[in-house]
């Protein structure tokens, strides 16, 4: 050791001084240097002259000179040893910066050296101030240290230095800033120096003092891109403290590592540093660095044991290399099997795998990498896991590394030196990648089988265990098998292409054995089995023949082996699997595999196929076999699912008969479909079976299409032949043309092979094997073999009783049998013991129990009865099959059907214990079992479906009694009353002889039948109350059409016959309407006919219903609107006939004579109607008898019959016609009435009440003081005041009398008392009687009660007020009300006019009593006129102190206009009465009138909609000269009527759209519009009261204007100030009139019109709401981290600017709001956003005076946030510089402030602003297309341009420049042009005023034919969306469409995109 040699850098011996602490040097005599720990308050003096006494002091404080011995790899510092300069550490700053000054280099170099060698010998303990020295000048001159010596001497203190690692664990503080000082220096380089990878090496092979240093991971981490290393991912790295120990240093604890360290904090988050590629171009230079280290230790260290884990750590990190990666594969094994090594070498292992690439350069070192990796043993269970995980991890994204670790881990476990984990390994990828994995292994299995070698054994067993290690799951044999199907990637050669064939098909089979075996457990193996079979048959039907070309034998073993028709033992020859024991179990698992209909198609396309060598006889063969043995499986496990209808056509193209292909026949001749007999017929053997299994679908659909299977599948379920066959005839005739169609064929065929003998019958060998091949034709019986086989068939496999499962097929069997035919089959199968009643459809059991039960068997039909009744009462889908199947009969045309539907509804709907002695064939009626229908269960589900099919059976049914049953329930339990009287009508109308036995006759009998008139009564409840709630509801034609639309049971819903409903008449009474079916208006006038029914009480239905139709016949209305009579001819008739009074008057109103003459000779008249006949034709005109015609002999004949019966009348009428005067009879006294003898009195009758006035006293103290009273009180005083009401009036006639009732009353009320007054006050009899004498001017009773009223206690209510009217003196009315009983308007005018307030009410009443209502309102009207036009205010002035004149009654001031409005409301329905245009007048013309907004009011409350209408339609009119405040306010009444809002909902949801109400015109719309700028001028002169009154009518505007093209209507119609107010809450006005050709660009809201704007400034914008929110939400603290916050913050910057950029003046209305931010807590990331939102405003905006301000008070917020970092970094960032470019553009128009924060950002005032144009030579290249291959450094130099800009991108000029220029090439074909092109489209899509050029760049990529073009366009989706949201909905929808015919993945962009839009929904 050279010791002293450098007295400064010597270390001196040890001194027993004590020692000072850290923080205190002593540093000479003269001046000492105090290093304190806190930054802020170190000082470091300049230098004193004792620098070398200090120097020498220094010696013994810092460390022993630095080691003179080389390093291995080299120590460059010796070469520049010569050039250092000792320097104190206190000097190091001032020399340094002196030297810079003065440019000496020598100098500069000479202090770094020396402070590094400084520092280098002070390697334990470094000098703190040297240290800070050395940071200091890195951080002011980072470039200082990029020079190469002074790298070369930072590199030696990163060298190992020999000696020291065994004494201390020495101090990382060196290393750390060493690494640091190298960064700094080298930041910005893009090549660094070798001798970084040297000591990296060095470093990384040995202690690793600085590699694993998290404080040295900015140098570390750039180094390590030298060997392009991918790091795995984390859970792959084992996480074990222990493997950092040992030569791994902590990183430094709180703050710097300079002020020391602790291992408690290694907390380094703080450190900036960037990463990117460091030594790109001297890529073999590192790898032969490396490599050559690597080999020297290797040959060093050969032993495993001398291998540490830094070297592990070092090929780790190397792994980049692919001889690394092959080196460390190679080795690993050893490795990890080492107990000291094998969590490193885990991580190794994890790092080759991550690193491993197969379709690179690499890709031959990579596939050796893995066969190495495939070789390992690996013996402990952990290892096996990290290296199947390490495995996983590295085929998840590559299929080429999937495929190679298969096929290497396949050839591994058939080798003989196979690894343990070898399935272990596969078994995880399976589960990994259950799809991948097996097809990966089918490609290994193909390679395998094509081979010289037999690998069939190695792969049967290979596969088993692959299932085995799965742990049973042979789910991923599905996907092999799927694989295995598909072609070999070559033709295998001739010689084992047999082998191959047979290889592939037994591994099908093994596949299918297998599963069965290990999966039988799960109930999907069977589906699993299915899916194996069926692959193999497309492998067979595809590719086998094609490929394998195999002979036909070997092709038809293959297909009975996969179908499992072999034995058993042929499945396991290749490998005696499965063994013995299993074998039977497995094989039968296999054979019950069901029959899909995909693997049934597929088995029968290969008969068919020409190409095959299987024919199509051995192929049908096969088919039956398999349909057999499917059929012989349980059916509730779906042996045979078939659907398809064409599968039938393909069984008999298997069974046609085909000539030879040899043999030519004659031209011209066609041979006819002919088929091999013995295969056809038992081809619909095998549809039978094959419907049965499936009786939903395919049984339905196959029986309607072929008849023979029909008429097959009816032989198996009756067990007899069909009746379909029966037409011998026809067959005959069908057979004869078979044999000559066969004969002809067989002659051809014989001629073309020369044969010699003519062919007949009897040598014919075709004639009976072939048949006609008409499947489709008539049904065919088949022979009589061929039926035995069928029943055999059907009984084995139960296909009959599998047949009934199909209700279908069995009710249309019994519809083809007939309810006249015979079915015994249905009682054999009913009767059949084994087969549950549950199986069999309800209908059928309906229809046997209906039939009469089982023959007579009462013991079956009563267990069906009551299976029946559980399913009714089990469920309400069991109640209604049953209860529909039967009363669906109920309307059958056949009586006996109906009749056996009544035996099965009693059957059905009677209760068990009721059914012991029960006739099953007895004949039941309705009335028997239809109050049993309301006892069921599920009654009220079934109830509208029962009680419709009741109303058929009213159509349908004949006898009276069931007819009456019917109508008597369904007027109890009827609901829905239109269908039911509409249905009823039909039956009253068109069914007379049936309803004439229902209903009473009109002539009354003797005796009534109580039957018909509880019908009667049922009918005119059901027309009462239906007429009644008809009329209250008032529906017109509109409703009611939708309330008869349905019909009544005559409606094809429920199969019955009957009228439609379509003959609505719309039927107006005085004080009604209703609208209903003219036949329902008949009904009821003959319903009047047969007159009221016993059972009506006081006959209140009857007499309100002729009150109705015939007091005040209604006025019929036509659907038209013209009026139609309601009575016919007809009708009229039949009213006559009815003799009632009111009938017969009304048949007879307005009748002619010739009708008289009409009726009169109708047969059946009354003697009554006669006579009113008779009455009718004598009063009419003699002219009109005169020209009757009538033949007068006749006519005297009748009248003398009518005489003789008894009619009266008709003298008139025959002297008219001047016939012979009847004879009267001889007897006159033929037709007297005898008188009736007298009855007696009934005793029990009830005695009329008589109140004697002595009676009166206890009467009145029994109703006001209580007690009890020998009558009944109620009725007692309801006689007194009869009385009372008597003797009234006899005192208003001035009739004498004493009044005795009177007087009692009188005497009882004056000695009445406290308690008498309060029984008054509480009884209800007292008001009664009060009321009473009211009338009776009675001066004794005003006495008593003025002294009542004095003591009565309650002044209010009905007995006081009573009373007061009592006390009160009459009065005389001072002025008579005048008396006009046919005065005109103008007496009625003065009149009124004349009255006073006092009179006026009394005029009025008794003008309206006694005048038309026309002209009173006429009147009225005038007199409002007058008002409004101010004819009754007085001129005259009043004198001053003079007392002012009343006003006039109808002035201004005056009541009498109330009265009139109180009137005019009253006599008019509608306020527009029938002058609408003269009280338009009056409500909205100009005028002071103060009643017209109550005018107005009441027509909008009380009008039609139709009426409004017309009024707003009248309004609007152009040139209407309404009042515009008056039409306005009439608007918006209509807008918010509740009347008109009636049945809405209230509480609509929040983006419903509003409804357009009012549905305007654009003439109208554009009147409305003029009449709000009207009303806005009358406001006042300023511009500032126009717009309150604006944007007060502005939500009706927008109301009335809710689509674009109104929008524009109303925008075109509109004034400046208004249109600039509509374009702010609709800013897509602007677009409309840009857009629209009739109004010029120029007008549009935003250009000119100064003063407007600044009024309109004040005004809320829709835009505002949308600024606000994404502003407040971009200013929101987010506590996410990540790219998704990134991208979510960056999406609503993007909104902002958007929004800003194309809506003029959005950004400065919001200032303030983003000034307020950032005067509040906003986050750092944010500010940066609200900066590029800001940078986008144009200089006039930030230079406008109301904003100016503001600007400025957001620039001093940045300037405050920038002085608030304190730190140089921070002041340099690249914030800042954007902040002064913002400030130099305001500057202009505020210089003197901008100049003052400019200053405080440490910029200069002056300095020109950057250049806002894009590069010119970029912007050229992209406008002239430059070559592609260059276009992309040119965008990314754009792109570079713009980030430093900000978010304005130069300005909008410059922006859209650009984008036209970038636009076309979003389309290029080149991917890098492409990416870079769209990248930069979505960050100059936000600033840009019109995003036209994108949006068309758009959509031609996503147009392209290139996929690759769209799907680049589809991946930047979301940022492209949220630049132009206004065009988002068009591009979504271009997304959507190219997903659906295409097979780009555009879910997850779409989905992405509408989630970004989402983001910004905040209005």
């Given at each position: ?345 885990q991580e190794l292992l994890a790092y080759v795998c991550c690193n491993a690439d197969a379709c690179g350069p690499t890709a031959a070192r990579d596939h050796e990498v893995l066969a190495q990796l495939a070789r390992m043993r690996l013996k402990t269970k952990p290892l096996q896991q990290a290296y199947q995980a390490c495995l996983r991890e590295m085929v998840s994204d590559s299929p080429a590394l999937l495929r190679s670790v298969v096929t290497h881990t396949i050839y591994n476990e058939l080798s003989n030196v196979r690894s ?788 009266t009348g008709g003298e008139a009428f025959a002297a008219a016609l001047r016939l012979q005067p009847p004879p009267y009879p001889p007897d006159d006294t033929l037709f007297e009435e005898e008188p009736l003898p007298s009855e007696d009195e009934d005793e029990c009758a009830p005695i009329p009440l008589v109140i004697q006035p002595e009676q009166v006293p206890a009467l009145l103290t029994t109703a006001f003081c209580g007690g009890t009273y020998p009558g009944d009180l109620d009725e007692a005083f309801t006689e007194l005041n ?682």
């Open positions: 050791m050279d010791r002293g040699k450098m007295s400064s850098s010597g270390r001196g011996g040890k001194s027993k001084a004590p020692q000072h602490p850290q923080d205190i040097f002593a540093l000479g005599t003269k001046s000492t240097v105090v290093v304190s720990r806190d930054q802020e308050k170190r000082n470091i003096h300049k230098p004193s002259s004792s620098g070398v006494e200090r120097k020498r002091e220094g010696t013994s404080t810092f460390g022993a000179a630095p080691p003179t011995k080389r390093s291995r790899i080299g120590s460059p510092a010796e070469a520049v040893g010569g050039t250092s300069l000792e320097v104190d550490p206190v000097d190091l700053v001032p020399n340094v910066l002196q030297a810079l000054d003065t440019h000496n280099s020598d100098k500069l170099l000479g202090l770094l050296t020396g402070s590094i060698r400084l520092l280098k010998s002070q390697r334990s303990k470094p000098d703190p101030i040297l240290c800070m020295s050395m940071l200091y000048l890195c951080k002011i001159r980072p470039n200082m240290f990029a020079h190469d010596v002074v790298t070369q001497s930072l590199c030696t203190l990163l060298k190992r230095e020999q000696g020291a690692a065994f004494k201390s664990k020495g101090n990382p503080l060196v290393f750390v800033l060493a690494c640091n000082m190298l960064y700094a220096g080298h930041r910005d380089s893009n090549n660094w120096p070798d001798t970084f990878i040297k000591v990296y090496i060095e470093d990384a092979l040995n202690e690793r003092w600085w590699v694993e240093c998290s404080w040295c991971k900015c140098l570390v981490e750039n180094i390590a891109t030298a060997f392009s290393t991918k790091t795995p991912p984390p859970h792959l790295i084992p996480s074990d403290s222990a493997l950092a120990a040992g030569g791994t240093m902590s990183p430094s604890g709180s703050g710097s590592p300079l002020m020391g360290s602790t291992d408690d904090d290694p907390d380094n988050t703080d450190l900036e540093y960037t990463v990117f590629p460091r030594y790109s171009s001297s890529y073999e230079t590192v790898e032969a660095l490396v490599l050559e280290a690597i080999k020297d230790q290797i040959q060093r260290r050969a032993a495993p044991d001398a291998i540490g884990k830094g070297f592990l750590k070092l090929l780790s990190a190397t792994c980049g290399f692919p001889e690394i990666r092959m080196i460390s594969a190679s080795r690993l094994e050893a490795w990890l099997h080492s107990g000291k090594l094998w969590r490193a070498a343990p984990n070898n399935m272990a390994v596969l078994a995880a990828l399976i589960q990994a990648q259950p799809q991948a994995v097996p097809a990966a292994m089918a490609d290994t299995y193909q390679e395998l089988v094509l081979r010289q070698e037999d690998y069939l054994r190695p792969l049967r067993a290979l596969s088993r265990e692959c299932v085995r290690a799965a742990r049973a799951d042979a789910q991923a044999l599905v996907p092999l098998a799927r694989a295995l199907a598909m072609p070999p990637p070559h033709e295998p050669p001739q010689e084992i292409r047999e082998r191959a064939f047979n290889s592939i098909a037994d591994l099908f089979c093994c596949l299918c054995l297998v599963t069965a075996s290990h999966s039988k457990h799960i109930p999907e193996y069977r589906q699993q089995l299915c899916v194996i079979q069926c692959c193999a048959l497309g492998w067979l039907l595809d590719t086998a023949a094609a490929v394998y070309r195999p002979q036909r034998h070997d092709f038809q073993l293959a297909l009975n082996k996969i179908m499992f028709v072999e034995p058993a033992d042929t499945y396991s020859k290749p490998d005696n699997w499965p063994p013995e024991s299993e074998r039977a179990l497995t094989y039968r698992l296999c054979c019950e595999t069901p029959l899909p209909q995909n693997t049934l198609l597929r088995v029968i396309f290969i008969g068919l196929a020409k190409e095959i060598p299987v024919g199509p006889a051995e192929t049908f063969e096969l088919v039956e076999q398999l349909v057999r043995r499917a059929c012989a499986l349980p059916p509730d496990d779906t042996p045979l699912p078939v659907d398809k209808l064409e599968l039938a056509d393909y069984v008999f193209q298997l069974c046609q008969f085909t000539p030879p292909d040899n043999i030519t026949l004659p031209p011209g001749y066609t041979a006819p479909p002919l088929a091999i007999t013995s295969l056809y017929w038992r081809g619909w053997i095998l549809l039978v079976m094959l419907a049965a299994h499936n009786p939903g679908g395919f049984a339905e659909r196959a029986a309607a299409a072929y008849p023979t299977l029909r008429a097959l599948v009816e032989t198996c379920i009756t067990s007899k032949p069909s009746v379909e066959w029966s037409n011998s005839a026809a067959e005959a005739e069908r057979l004869e043309a078979e044999r000559a169609a066969v004969l002809q064929l067989e002659t051809h065929l014989a001629a073309a092979s020369n044969a010699k003998l003519p062919i007949t019958e009897h040598n014919s060998r075709l004639l009976s094997q072939l048949t006609t091949l008409d499947p489709l034709g008539p049904a065919r019986k088949p022979p009589a073999s061929i039926l035995e086989s069928l029943q055999q068939t059907s009984q084995a496999l139960r296909l009959g009783r599998l047949l009934c499962r199909q209700p279908a097929l069995l009710l249309e069997l019994v519809e083809r049998h007939g309810t006249r035919r015979a079915m015994p089959w249905l009682h054999q199968l009913l009767r059949h013991d084994q087969l549950e009643l549950s199986v069999l459809p309800v209908q059928c059991l309906c229809e046997f129990l209906s039939a009469g039960g089982a023959g007579g068997e009462a013991g079956k039909a009563g267990e069906l009865a009551a299976h029946l009744r559980r399913t009714v009462a089990s469920s309400e889908e069991g109640a209604r099959a049953v209860l529909q199947y039967y009363t669906q009969r109920l309307a059958h045309s056949h009586a006996p059907t109906r009749a056996q539907a009544n035996r099965g509804l009693k059957l059905v709907l009677t209760q068990a214990e009721d059914t012991a002695e029960m006739d099953y064939n007895a004949d039941v009626g309705p009335e028997e079992w239809l109050e049993l229908l309301v006892q069921l269960r599920h009654w009220d589900a079934v109830r509208d479906e029962v009680l419709a099919r009741l109303r058929a059976a009213c159509l349908a049914e004949c006898v009276p009694r069931h007819l009456a049953a019917y109508i008597a329930f369904l007027a109890e339990h009827a609901d829905t009353l239109p269908p039911l009287v509409l249905d009823l009508s039909q039956v009253v109308m068109e069914r007379q002889v049936v309803i004439g036995g229902v209903l009473p006759p009109a002539e009354p009998r003797a005796v009534p039948d109580r039957l018909q008139h509880r019908t009667l009564h049922a009918i005119t409840s059901i027309f009462y109350t239906h007429l009644r709630k008809a009329r209250s509801s008032g529906a017109l034609t509109a409703e009611a059409g939708a309330e008869w639309g349905a019909g009544g049971a005559g409606g094809a819903e429920w199969g019955a016959g009957g009228a439609a409903a379509g003959d609505l008449v719309t039927l107006q009474w005085s004080s009604a309407a209703a609208a209903m079916p003219s036949v329902v208006a008949h009904a009821h006038y003959k319903l009047l006919c047969y007159g009221p029914s016993a059972y009506d009480t006081n006959q209140e239905m009857y007499s309100w219903l002729e009150s109705v139709w015939v007091g005040e016949p209604p006025t019929a209305f036509a659907a038209d609107g013209t009026t139609t009579s309601l009575l016919p001819d007809w009708l009229r008739l039949h009213l006559v006939r009815s003799a009632r009074p009111a009938l017969l008057e009304l048949g007879l109103r307005a009748l002619p004579a010739h009708k008289l003459a009409l009726f009169i000779q109708t047969f059946g008249m009354p003697r009554s109607a006669c006579s009113a006949l008779l009455a009718a034709l004598d009063a009419c005109p003699t002219a009109a008898v005169l020209r009757l015609g009538v033949e007068r002999g006749y006519m005297a004949q009748l009248l003398q019959v009518q005489r003789a019966r008894g009619c009869a009385n009372i009401t008597e003797e009234v009036k006899k005192l208003r006639k001035n009739v004498p009398t004493d009044c005795p009732y009177i007087q009692r009353v009188t005497r009882f009320l004056q000695a009445a008392d406290s308690t008498v007054l309060r029984g008054m006050t509480g009884a209800g009899h007292a008001a009664v009687l009060l009321r009473s004498l009211t009338l009776a001017r009675w001066e004794p009773l005003r006495e008593v009660c003025s002294s009542l009223l004095k003591q009565f206690k309650c002044p209010a209510g009905p007995v006081a007020n009573l009373l007061t009217q009592l006390a009160a003196p009459e009065r005389r009315a001072t002025r008579t009300v005048p008396h006009l009983p046919h005065a005109t308007k103008e007496q009625l005018i003065a009149a009124l006019e004349a009255a006073t307030p006092n009179t006026l009410e009394a005029i009025g009443n008794r003008i309206i009593e006694t005048q038309n209502t026309r002209l009173v309102v006429d009147v009225i009207s005038t007199l409002l006129e007058k008002n409004q036009q101010g004819a009754y205010e007085s001129e005259v002035k009043v004198e001053v102190g003079a007392e002012p004149a009343p006003p006039h009654v109808f002035a201004r001031r005056g009541l009498g206009c109330g009265l009139l409005l109180d009137w005019m409301s009253e006599l008019q329905r509608e306020t527009l009465g029938p002058q609408p245009e003269r009280q338009m007048r009056l409500m909205f013309r100009s005028g002071s009138a103060a009643w017209r907004p109550l005018l107005v009011t009441l027509l909008a409350h009380r009008a039609s909609w139709r009426t409004l209408h017309t009024c707003l339609s009248t309004l609007l009119q152009p040139n209407g000269g309404w009042a515009a405040s008056g039409v306005l306010d009439f608007a918006e009444t209509l807008m918010g009527s509740e009347r008109v809002w009636q049945g809405r909902d209230r509480a609509a949801p929040k983006h419903q759209a509003p409804c357009h109400l009012h549905r305007l015109t654009h003439t109208q719309l554009e009147v409305l519009i003029k009449y709000i700028m009207e009303e806005a001028s009358e406001a006042g002169p300023s511009l500032d009261s126009m717009r309150r009154r604006i944007e007060a009518r502005l939500p009706l505007a927008l109301r009335c204007a809710p689509d674009p093209p109104a929008l524009l209507a109303a925008a075109a119609a509109a004034e400046p100030l208004l249109l600039l107010l509509l374009y702010m809450k609709v800013p897509k006005i602007r677009q409309l009139l840009m857009e629209s050709a009739e109004r010029p660009l120029t007008t549009c809201p935003l250009e000119g019109a100064e003063p407007y704007q600044q009024v309109a400034a004040s005004s809320t914008s829709a835009t505002d709401r949308v600024s606000h929110t994404l502003l407040t939400a971009l200013a929101h603290p987010n506590k996410e981290h990540g790219k998704e916050a990134n991208f979510k913050s960056w999406r609503l910057e993007a909104g902002v600017r958007s929004l800003w950029a194309r809506v003029a003046g959005a950004g400065a209305r919001a200032l303030p709001l983003a000034g307020a931010l950032l005067r509040g807590s906003v986050p750092a990331p944010a500010r940066a956003h609200l900066l590029s939102a800001l940078e986008l405003l144009p200089d006039h905006e930030l230079q406008r005076p109301d904003t100016s301000e503001e600007v400025q008070n957001i620039l001093e917020c940045f300037v405050q946030m920038a002085a608030a970092g304190g730190r140089e970094r921070d002041r340099d960032s690249a914030l800042q510089h954007r902040v002064a470019a913002l400030m130099r553009r305001v500057a202009t128009h505020s210089p003197p402030r901008t100049h003052g924060s400019l200053s405080a950002l440490g910029e200069e005032p002056g300095a020109a602003p950057a250049s806002a144009a894009p590069p010119p030579l970029a912007l050229l290249a992209l406008q002239r297309r430059d070559p592609p291959d260059d276009l992309h450094v040119y965008i990314q130099e754009i792109d570079q341009w713009g980030s430093r800009r900000g978010g304005a991108w130069g300005g909008p000029g410059a922006a859209t420049a650009l984008l036209r220029a970038l636009a076309p090439l979003c389309a290029e074909p080149g991917s890098m042009t492409r990416t870079a092109a769209l990248g930069l489209l979505t960050k100059l899509l936000p600033a840009v005023p019109d995003p036209t050029p994108g949006l068309d760049a758009i959509m031609e990529c996503l147009d392209s034919s290139l996929p690759e073009v769209a799907q680049s366009v589809i991946d930047k989706l979301p940022e492209l969306v949220v630049g132009m949201q206004e065009h988002a909905a068009r591009i979504l929808l271009k997304v959507f469409e190219l997903g659906v015919r295409s097979r780009l993945p555009v879910e997850t962009s779409l989905a992405r995109s509408v989630a970004a839009i989402n983001l910004q929904r905040g209005c």
